[in-house]
Antibody, heavy 119, light 107 residues
Framework: HVQLQESGPGLVKPSETLSLTCRVS????????WTWIRQTPDKRLEWIAY???????NYSPSLKSRVTISVDTSNNQFSLRLASMTVADTAVYYC?????????????WGQGAVVTVSA | EIVLTQSPATLSLSPGDTATLSCRAS??????LGWYQQKPGQAPRLLIY???YRASGVPARFSGTGSATDFTLTISNLEAEDFALYFC?????????FGPGTTVDIK
């Protein structure tokens, strides 16, 4: 059974860059595709970025200029970088598996990393 | 970007009732719509994919219908564990988008 675990700072200052990592256990990261999704305080969900096991990426148009997703197959993990953080980026950040084999949806999620942007 | 709207925002029901949740897309998404359940303090859980298929381990009381722009999630014989927040999500076009959610709470 695959498990995902986010790690990263809980507090980021405005204008700084957020770096989050999602460690995948129970399966090889090369078997699926991976994504980051965030949930703002009003409970809205927003898809941020996607990366395939071959490194193909796709980004939300609204965040594309600030975001980078990457995969580290040797450590079975993938990462998110979001630059120029503002208060509006305060959210719970989830890493999730995109099931490219069966459902074609986000079928496994991490527990979420709470990120607050504040000076 | 495809915008999803959900109605109602909140549904107040009793255990044993049937919940009917609606999701409408701003343009056709064909059958490419899924439903998720989220409980407080937890990540969303995939319930239904491609409008009608239950994800692994999802009880049969959850069912999905619809196509094009109008979709419905039905929860029959509500159990205590079903009171939660429900989201729809389309995979018809990037960026994948979510609806704002419907809360099913206890009346």
């Amino acid at each position: 059974h695959v498990q995902l675990q986010e790690s990263g700072p809980g507090l980021v200052k405005p204008s700084e860059t957020l770096s989050l990592t999602c460690r995948v256990s129970g399966d090889s990261i090369t078997n699926y595709h991976w994504t980051w999704i965030r949930q703002t305080p009003d409970k809205r969900l927003e898809w941020i970025a996607y990366i395939s096991h071959t490194g193909l990426t796709n980004y939300s148009p609204s965040l594309k200029s600030r975001v980078t997703i990457s995969v580290d197959t040797s450590n079975n993990q993938f990462s998110l970088r979001l630059a120029s953080m503002t208060v509006a980026d305060t959210a719970v950040y989830y890493c999730a598996r995109y099931d490219s084999v069966t459902t074609l949806y986000f079928d496994q999620w991490g527990q979420g990393a709470v990120v607050t942007v504040s000076a | 970007e495809i915008v999803l709207t959900q109605s109602p925002a909140t549904l107040s029901l009793s255990p044993g009732d049937t919940a009917t949740l609606s999701c409408r897309a701003s343009q056709t998404v064909s059958y490419k719509l899924g439903w998720y359940q989220q409980k407080p303090g937890q990540a969303p859980r995939l319930l239904i994919y491609d409008a009608v298929y239950r994800a692994s381990g999802v009880p049969a009381r959850f069912s999905g219908t619809g196509s094009a722009t109008d979709f419905t999630l039905t929860i029959s014989n509500l159990e205590a564990e079903d009171f939660a927040l429900y989201f729809c999500q389309q995979r018809s076009d990037w960026p994948f988008t979510f609806g704002p959610g419907t809360t099913v709470d206890i009346k």
